[in-house]
């Protein structure tokens, strides 16, 4: 599976360095063991500033969960943007704390298919969510994140992040990993645009690729 434009790739290939010894020389001498080196302790400002990015990071946190009402039946409602979002991604059921199973991964005409026929508490107009709405669910642990470039890749986030790159307590047991909007590329017809719940970077992908799916439905905003 093609992963999204936008996600990084981390992994490098090593390099394998050959060393010839001469079979006359000498054995060397086994060094010393290096005595462990002690760590300093924090100082008081550092013990602070700890502290303090702590308490920033969950007022972050907090902020992301404030956002969703946390319905019974598996579901969360975002009253501000008028959006009830499924809290398990297509293929996992919510056993009344959290999501269990296999999620599923479908190419884009399958997770268009799927989600209109989908049925969930108690509802069947359920869709795909459309790229902005789906990129507004990621949240960076950090509070930091990169700027989109001028297409819209990108935007992930930065520094010491957690992932998955979604706030958990509304959306357990995300998996780490691509998911699709209905969004289409509005040049290439065999590219859509999806989210990465991995880095929280937004970006195009062949709509053969397989990922996962979320799926959100419209709800009437509060007058």
């Known amino acids: 599976m093609n992963v999204f434009a936008s996600d990084l790739c981390r992994m490098l290939p090593a390099l394998a360095a050959g060393v010839l010894i001469s079979a006359c020389a000498p054995a060397p001498e086994s060094a010393p063991p290096a005595a462990p080196s002690e760590r300093p302790a924090p100082t008081a400002e550092q013990l602070e500033r700890e502290q303090q990015e702590l308490a920033r990071r969950e007022r972050v946190a907090q902020a992301a969960r404030a956002r969703f009402e946390l319905l019974d039946n598996g579901v969360a409602l975002d009253q501000e943007a008028g959006l009830m979002w499924a809290r398990c991604a297509l293929g996992m059921e919510w056993t009344g704390q959290t999501c269990a199973g296999k999620a599923r ?14 049925s969930l508490a108690g ?42 790159t979604i706030v958990e307590e509304v959306f357990p ?3 780490i990993g691509n998911f699709w909007t209905s969004t289409p590329h ?38």
Do not use: I, K
């Open 105 to 118: 991964q479908l190419n884009w005409d399958q997770a268009l298919e799927e989600a209109e026929r989908a």
């Open 186 to 223: 509005a040049r290439f017809n065999f590219s859509a645009w999806g989210v990465s719940f991995n880095t929280g970077h937004t970006g195009t992908g062949g709509r053969n690729d397989y990922v996962f799916v979320r799926l959100v439905r419209d709800v009437a905003a509060p007058q």
């Open 123 to 164: 509802h069947d107009d359920w869709r795909l969510p459309t790229q902005p709405e789906l990129y507004a669910l990621t949240y960076c642990s950090t509070g930091v994140r990169s700027e989109p470039n001028r297409e819209g890749l990108g935007g992930g986030c930065a520094g010491d992040y957690a992932s998955p």
């Open 173 to 175: 047991a995300t998996p």
